[in-house]
């Protein structure tokens, strides 16, 4: 999908304060993103450091994205369970699916976190929702209702070539 | 050396009221509990080294409250990668203390490498453009009234000697009123 699109349909939803590690699964679309005026993006140097910033966006009322690519997981496991999931505070991973498919896809440092990206969630106990080339909107209103609920981190994964 | 109960004394007793204040997990948080416990308070309670990038994003988000930051150097080394950003992103109402004992006491005293490594360098290195060392409860005192009349974002490394305080009781708390209590707080004007 273009990217323009894909940044509305957060803006739209009030998801405006953004922070995180690039990943080339967003292309194109996270230079625009970076460019967007009606975006805050602030370039984290891990992504822990991200969620920590994008979480401040609920004390206003908001919720916060994080951008990333799976790899970072496994830098953010301890404040996920720590932090987000202690203190019940909500924010939007978004998380670019490297090495999804396995080999030969993508480079080998991709295919164990690729293979799994879900398993880790779902041990975790955070929502997440796959994105495709049509339905963004639902599945992140399915998404936001379901971690405002419980009062949790989600996540939205988003595999190559899906946003261009 | 200050023992670094009397450097969070002063600090509490010298934070103004509507400031927002926010500290890093083990003594350093219980300490403050113990001190001066107010609900703009935050007690990150586990996370270690987060504490800097939570403080970053609520004085980009809240940009009229003055985020006063209070870790450890166990902290501040575990994400050192967060000086620089916070440096870059300069947001003019970031205090950020550094209570730097040179061990990880909350753990039993281990040594860390703050005493090999100056901290108030690596600050000023990363950009902060306002770093000051105290080593005395008087350049102490001297430090936070000048941080009235300053541009942040300010690091004041404050070297700190380990004496550790019996009976500190733990916060009792619960995250989840921490987290509403801090937020209600914040949005009172």
């Known amino acids: ?164 | 050396m200050i023992p670094r109960y009397q450097v969070i004394r002063r600090i509490l007793s010298r934070i103004p009221k509507e400031d927002v204040l926010i500290t890093t997990t083990g003594m350093i948080s219980r300490e403050v509990f113990d001190i001066y416990d107010r609900p703009n308070n935050f007690y990150m309670l586990g996370s270690m080294g987060l504490l800097s990038s939570f403080g970053l994003g609520l004085a980009i988000t809240f940009p009229d409250k003055r985020i006063w930051i209070l870790e450890g150097d166990g902290s501040a080394l575990m994400s050192l990668g967060t000086l620089p950003l916070i440096a870059s992103e300069s947001p003019k109402n970031i205090v950020h203390f550094v209570l730097d004992n040179e061990a990880y006491e909350s753990t039993g005293g281990q040594p860390s490498i703050s005493s090999k490594v100056s901290l108030e360098q690596i600050a000023i290195s990363s950009g902060y453009p306002n770093v000051t060392k105290v080593t005395t409860l008087e350049s102490l005192e001297i430090a936070i009234s000048e941080i009235h009349d300053s541009v942040g974002p300010i690091l004041c490394l404050a070297k700190c000697g380990i004496e550790p305080v019996e009976g500190i009781s733990r916060v009792t708390i619960s995250p989840e009123d921490i987290r509403d209590r801090f937020r209600l707080a914040l949005n009172n004007t």
């Open chain 1, 1 to 164: 999908m273009n990217a323009e699109f894909f940044w509305n349909v957060f803006k739209d939803r009030s998801i405006n304060l953004f922070s995180g590690v690039p990943d080339s699964t967003f292309g194109e679309a996270y230079n625009q993103m970076i460019l967007d005026p009606d975006i805050r993006y602030i370039p984290a140097v891990r992504e822990d450091v991200a969620l920590g910033i994008a979480s401040s966006a609920f004390f206003d009322g908001y919720i916060g994205g994080v951008i990333m690519q799976n790899s970072g997981i496994g830098n953010i496991v301890n404040t996920l369970s720590s932090f987000s999931m202690m203190y019940h505070i909500p924010v939007l991973l978004i998380i670019g699916w490297r090495g999804y498919g396995g080999p030969p896809n993508d480079a080998p440092e991709h295919w164990i976190m690729g293979s799994k990206t879900t398993d880790i969630l779902e041990l975790l106990e955070i929502p997440y929702a796959i994105v495709e080339q049509n339905g963004l909107e639902n599945s992140l209103d399915g998404l936001l209702k379901n971690i405002q609920h419980r009062m949790c981190p989600g996540a939205l994964l988003v595999r190559p070539d899906i946003v261009q």
